[in-house]
């Protein structure tokens, strides 16, 4: 059965870069990985999503290695404001051929000033 | 733009009554979700539908849930009878069709916090 793990907790401090790593051991072929952020009282917000190699945008980058079995999100010069839970998600195909989705338990990452 | 619009966003009641959560996806997205959120379980996949079918119900913890859409700007999840172990925040979220149900982003809302006393 397909799994993903990820840190449970990370702290940081403002301006450093910050990256969480997602194991996720049997990605369907494809795929897509993606990122999510939750803030308090909010829905889970969309950050970003790759397949393999590097993606960036305007908020962070993903980096997936060839084997894809992880992903590392980068945030770059992190602020307070990026104080939140952190989710990676993957699907992946069941035996009955159906997908499901495969979220993580989300890695709670604080910055300090 | 409207996002996922949710509602109630709060709901407070007694075991063994009916709960009817509600959801207006975004205009044009082909996918919805509903989703329960737990300390314990985090994030589940209760259904989710494709141009208003539903297409995997596996998620659904039992009979006293079920899901509707009975048009692409609107669906619900009821729950009848309530326990207290349904207490949870419930999202719905929608997202476009990209090759699979999963490979475009989903748009969440803000969910509705149950309480079952």
């Known amino acids: 059965l397909a799994k993903t793990t990820q840190p449970i907790s990370m702290d940081s401090y403002e301006g450093q870069e910050v990256n969480i790593t997602c194991s996720h051991n049997?990605?369907?072929?494809?795929?897509?990985i993606t990122w999510y952020q939750q803030f308090p009282s909010q829905g889970p917000r969309f950050i970003i999503q790759?397949?393999?190699?590097?993606v960036t945008n305007e908020v962070a980058s993903l980096f997936i290695p060839a084997d894809r079995k992880s992903s590392t999100l980068s945030l770059p010069r992190v602020s307070l404001s990026d104080t939140a839970v952190y989710y990676c998600l993957v699907g992946d195909m069941r035996v009955d051929s159906n997908y499901q989705l495969i979220w993580g338990a989300g890695t709670k990452l604080i910055i300090k000033p | 733009d409207a996002g996922v619009i949710q509602s109630p966003r709060h709901e407070v009641t007694e075991m063994g009554q009916e709960v009817t959560l509600r959801c207006k996806p975004i205009?044009?997205?082909?996918?919805l979700f509903w989703y329960r959120q737990t300390m314990m379980r985090g994030l589940e996949l209760l259904i989710y539908?494709?141009?208003?079918?539903?297409?995997?119900d596996s998620g659904m913890p039992e009979d006293r849930f079920s899901a509707k859409m009975p048009n692409a700007s609107f669906s619900t999840l009821k729950i009848q009878p309530s326990e207290p172990r349904d207490s949870a925040v419930y999202f719905c979220a929608s997202s476009s069709y990209g090759g699979t149900a999963f490979n475009q982003p989903q748009h969440f809302g803000d969910g509705t916090r149950l309480s079952i006393l």
């Open positions: 790759g397949y393999k190699t590097k």
């Open positions: 539908f494709n141009n208003n079918v539903p297409i995997d």
């Open positions: 049997n990605i369907a072929t494809n795929d897509y």
């Open positions: 205009s044009g997205h082909d996918y």
